[in-house]
């Protein structure tokens, strides 16, 4: 059975800085891409960002803040968010599948989900 659980969440000051973990079980955790996707309340939700292979991709709205890191030895993923912003309040989920590059910002392109860890960024 496959888990995907996250963890880091919290209340954070604007500017702030937090750090989310997902940690993975079921499945061969280097063999697949890891993505964040994000949904603040009200909005749908959104990519965040990806690790792939070797590569990192991220959304516009946080490039330069966020960085998303994995360590296969641990079947972990990372996202270190420095400068946070009220904008990026949300709930943050991991994903696992195994998107084509062009895709991976497209939730259908994943197979397994956590159940989300809440982020707020507030004074």
């Known amino acids: 059975q496959v888990q995907l659980v996250e963890s880091g969440g919290d209340l954070v000051q604007p500017g702030g800085s937090l750090r989310l973990s997902c940690a993975a079980s079921?499945?061969?955790?280097?063999?697949?891409?890891l993505s964040w996707f994000r949904q603040a309340p009200g909005k749908e939700r959104e990519f965040v960002a990806a690790?792939?292979?070797?590569?990192?991709y991220y959304a516009d709205s946080v490039k330069g803040r966020f960085t998303v890191s994995r360590d296969n030895a641990k079947n972990t993923v990372f996202l270190q968010m420095n400068s946070l912003r009220p904008e990026d309040t949300a709930v943050y989920y991991c994903?696992?599948?195994?998107?084509?590059?062009?895709?991976?910002?497209?939730?259908?392109?994943?197979?397994?989900w956590g159940q989300g860890t809440h982020v707020t960024v507030s004074s």
């Open positions: 690790v792939k292979g070797g590569s990192q």
């Open positions: 994903a696992a599948g195994r998107p084509i590059t062009s895709s991976l910002r497209r939730e259908s392109m994943y197979y397994y």
């Open positions: 079921g499945l061969t955790f280097n063999g697949y891409t």
